[in-house]
């Protein structure tokens, strides 16, 4: 039996695939190099806004193309989990029908039991597997790449926020901790395989813990267990919630020596008005007032953040003080999204007037062209300067101030073993794209 995997979506989707990988593994799965030379074809996807069930979609209909006759398709993740939607979107729900197993979030760790057993059947009462959403964490069988000296832990599943414009809590279900003993157990394990650098993801981050109540230790407890784990040298926090982030955490990251000096902080935006319409629970002065304390006690902090532009309501000068608030220079990266109505959203079924698609688009441009001349600036301060950095691959390297994957990388002039930690001097920085 020879199973390809295909992930999109976020870094949790990827957790998940490895952990599905190790599964597979354990029975005897051999794993295709491409869909043609497949048995069996799992796509996990991902569709938090319309861009991704876009692509989740066209991913779909391209494994089916590829596919060899008989071959079965297993979609799972968040389009699978759509279908349970009382009113799921009809673009989902075409995709959906292109599978012979269709598996919600809850229910991934059947599908091991789908590919070794049951046969391919499109309209078999067993193709549609979704119960209450979730998600699938089985660190003991996770396989982690071999040679790669960072990895990602996940720390939680869900989301207990209701922001109005998001079906996370649909597709993944409230916010659930998993015990810090597991985690410790998996970032052991991890270091004892070469890997330096952790990076800590969920759907909020910073709040860890808060499910199980305050003498659980939470975020900052988790850290220091993590930090006397002998071999992690890194750990870094990724999509934290501002409303969480604690005056603890921020402590914790000003006096820790392995902790980063970075933080992956969404604000999505900066004005009253959209962000009571996003159902976001703070106001435009507290994100301003969280940044400075962050920047005055963490010095030398790299904020990652991400601003949606065009939800319903938006108004112009909403929109301009968005504007002036990125050219203020306050992010070193600032990933920007035009909204996305998605069904079953608060948003969706907002009275406001819906913004017209040009209008749209005309603030994406605007609103990511100042966001990549401001994150230059911030980049261009370190040209010159000496940086410790982890070598990641031959000739790459990634300073504190760099996640994986959506930040950038170092080009190195002399070659250095991958799991190193070397200090790069920054000759120049190079935009691209």
Aim: aromatic fraction near 6%; charge should be positive.
């Amino acid at each position: 039996m020879k199973v390809y995997i295909e992930v999109l979506g976020c870094a949790k989707n990827l957790v998940e695939a490895e952990t599905l990988a190790g599964r597979l593994a354990a029975r005897g799965v051999e794993f295709a190099p491409d869909v043609s030379r497949a048995d069996a074809v799992v796509v996990h996807t991902c569709a938090f806004i319309g861009d991704a069930l876009s692509e989740s979609s066209t991913a779909i209909r391209n494994i089916a193309r590829k596919s060899r006759r008989g071959t079965k398709i297993i979609v799972s993740g968040c389009i699978a989990q759509m279908s349970a939607l009382e009113n799921p979107p009809p673009k989902a729900m075409k995709s959906l029908a292109l599978a012979d197993f269709v598996v919600g979030t809850g229910r991934l760790e059947d599908i091991p039991d789908i590919i070794m057993g049951q046969p391919s059947g499109k309209n078999a009462a067993s193709a549609r597997m979704v119960s209450a959403p979730g998600g699938f964490h089985d660190a003991a069988s996770r396989v982690h790449p071999a040679g790669r000296p960072w990895a990602y832990v996940r720390i939680a599943e869900g989301c207990d926020h209701r922001c109005n414009y998001c079906l996370i809590p649909s597709l993944r279900g409230g916010y659930k901790s998993r015990p810090a003993d597991d985690i410790i157990a998996e970032a052991t394990r991890l270091a004892a395989r070469g890997v330096k650098e952790i990076n800590l993801i969920s759907q909020d981050t910073s709040g860890y813990g808060l499910d199980i109540g305050r003498n659980a230790g939470g975020i900052v407890g988790l850290l220091k267990r993590l930090e006397k784990i002998r071999g992690v040298e890194w750990l870094r926090l990724l999509y934290c919630h501002p409303a969480t982030i604690s005056d603890g955490l921020i402590e914790r990251m000003a006096v820790s020596e392995k902790i980063v000096r970075y933080l992956d902080v969404p604000f999505q935006h900066i004005a009253d008005a959209p962000l009571r319409a996003m159902g976001r629970p703070q106001n435009g002065a507290a994100l301003r007032s969280l940044v400075e304390k962050l920047k005055l006690r963490v010095p030398g902090i790299a904020l990652r953040t991400t601003f949606i532009v065009g939800h319903p309501g938006e108004r112009e000068r909403d929109f301009s003080e968005l504007l002036d608030f990125v050219r203020e220079g306050h992010f070193m990266w600032t990933g920007v999204f035009a909204y996305s109505k998605m069904p079953g959203t608060a948003s969706a079924a907002s009275r406001s007037a819906s913004l017209p698609a040009a209008t749209v688009r005309l603030r994406y441009r605007e609103l990511s062209d100042a966001a990549r001349r401001a994150n230059l600036l911030a980049l261009e301060r370190f040209a010159a300067k000496k940086v410790m950095s982890l070598v990641v691959e031959p000739g790459l390297a990634r300073a504190y101030f760099c996640a994986p994957e959506v930040d950038a990388e170092l080009t190195l002039a002399e070659s250095s073993a991958i799991g190193s930690f070397v200090s790069v001097k920054c000759r120049s920085v190079v935009r691209r794209g």
